[in-house]
């Protein structure tokens, strides 16, 4: 508990230290709304203790959708420290306490599934973001998994995304890279199904426990794999990509829980520093 309290007021800290920051640059429009929340993210990951390891290469190609699996609330965390990011959520994220105010610092965007006109604005909203350079991250899942198996992808927002884009006379195509998170190692054990809950936030597990448990833990090991980017073009079918980046994610998932890697850590800086375990 000692390590938790801790770790919470430097993250206060730093939270009132750049808050103003990121409210001015999201008001005028500033490229620090992009660098401010890496670099928020960087120094919490460093705070709790988050060590990452990258496989493969972010595509630099925009516009550029992300699709990723779903293990945790650290994935926000994890995938923000290692590039700038536009995530898509759902719409109950916007109201939880702490996490809904981070997320739409991030200028998230958030989806009401139930709904099919809010969708539709969600849709306009993700295809400008894409448009307008940014790299657009969509867990695809549409929930949390224990961070193990990979759930199906689903489609829709993919396809009217890419309907979307279907308007735009300046790009001709938008690249689809997949991207697996898989955490390898807790308090430098291998994290196999009786760790799992130690790390993964899914099913009907508690938020706030979860989160008092993963910053007080100090060790938690994660390998991000960057897949081969998938182009979708007007006459792609939307079900294929998605298949395709389904089918991607879980060799990649599968591919570094089976191998334990070197230990690393991205520092505030941003660089990967070797860990010893």
Known sequence: MIRFTLVILALAILTLVL?????VAIAFGLSWQRRIPRLYHRILCVLAGVRIRQVGNRTSARPVLILANHASWLDICIITATTPVVFVAKSEVARWPLFGTLAKLQRTVFVDRDRRQQTGEATAQIAGRLLGGEAVVLFAEGTSSDGIRILPFKSALVGSVHQALGTSHGHDSIAVQPLSLAYTRFD?????RALRERVAWYGDADLIPHFIRV??????????SWGETIPLRAETDR?????????????MTAAALRTPSPVVSVSPQGELAPKAV
Not at 19 to 23: E, I, S
């Open 188 to 192: 430098g054990l291998p994290v196999g």
């Open 239 to 251: 079900k294929h990509v998605t298949r395709t980046a389904e089918a991607a994610v879980r060799r």
């Open 215 to 224: 910053l007080a833990s100090g060790a938690i090991d994660v390998t991000l």
């Open 19 to 23: 808050l103003p920051f990121q409210l």
